[in-house]
């Protein structure tokens, strides 16, 4: 039966303000032992070997980033240790989905970049993303600005996130994502979400969201993939963001997965994955919508924020302090970071250095702004310090105001 299907025995259980029932699940009975090659495996008995550290990392006080961004432990409780917090899957989740083969997975084809391919039912998807390629990459790391999307439909969401991938966009895909999400779909609600996915053929068989599959080994007894986030960012107020790091850990060569800064949350076991075993050929950091509306006309969705990214911070949505892992296990500044948004018209996104030497970019949403690099143009920044008010649009194209060190 699959994963998603099945009642999980649990031990205890807690109620979350946002309607969530999350069960505190002995860590062996979770969905990933399901697969043949974990049964009966236990877990690494030592932690990984997380990244050496960029020796200029620091924090930007742009936004607040808190370990207790699920409501659900608002009383200070977690899950006894051995145990793993899983939000309960009930029937009206089930029955939103387009079935139940299909529950807790992206339209198939989803992710192209060029979004000219239909999804699932017709469901198109749509992004706005900053990306590396050209290289080997062993992990990931940034912080993503959080904020609560409007939605049109249920058939829709809208995301912000990293992506690891390999392989060209087609049935040969493999990715590793993180981030937060909107999807009253998969949730029954508007609230943003911390999630996760893999899939290592373009979404068509394999791969899930969160814990809905045999896949990801969740580790900790704190953080509820799947649970709500709060606070959330507001428009000119406070900003709230979380930091996320993929890497392979090359003591155990699993994909390891970080949430905030040292909570290890668990692990993609590689041999999930075909072209992605060893390492990544593109990294991604950016939104994503599906737009579900036929006959030429466009979703009223929202990417991030809702608001261009020209309208700059606490208004904009944003990613910061974007690192990569090398092949000696070292985060390092990217280089060559190139913006693409593939309906300009709808979503956009801009580039820059903050001030303490981590790339920066900003990204938004519909009605306003025409402007914005093609998929060709790469942004050579490393020599720069560059704000987001410092970025001057000329007609068509982007003129960059730089201060040299």
Known sequence: MDSSCR????????????????????????????????????QPSDPPERPRAYEAEGTMNMGTEEEHVQLWRMSGETCPEGTIPMRMTREEDMLRASSVRRFGTKPRRGIRRDSTSNGHEGRVTQHAVGYVKGEEYYGAKGGINVWAPRVFNQYEFSLSQLWLISGSFSHDLNTIEAGWQVSPELYGDNYPRFFTYWTNDACETTGCYNLLCSGFVQTNNRIAIGAAISPVSSYHGRQFDITLLIWKDPKHEHWSLEFGWGVLVGYWPSFLFSLLRDHATMVQFGGEIVNARGGGFHTSTAMGSGHFSGEGFEKASYFRNLRVVDWDNNLIPLTNLRLLADHPNCYDIRGGINRVGGITFTMEDPEEMLDVHNENQVISLNQAILTVNQIVVISKNFRFEYIIK
Do not use: E, M, T
């Not at 009642?7 to 069960?23: A, E, N, Q, T």
């Not at 860590?27 to 043949?36: E, G, K, N, S």
């Open 7 to 42: 009642r999980i025995s649990s031990i205890i259980h807690f109620f979350s303000p946002y309607g969530d029932i999350i069960d505190c699940v002995l860590l062996h009975y979770q969905p990933a032992f399901d697969h043949p090659q974990l049964k009966g495996q236990q």
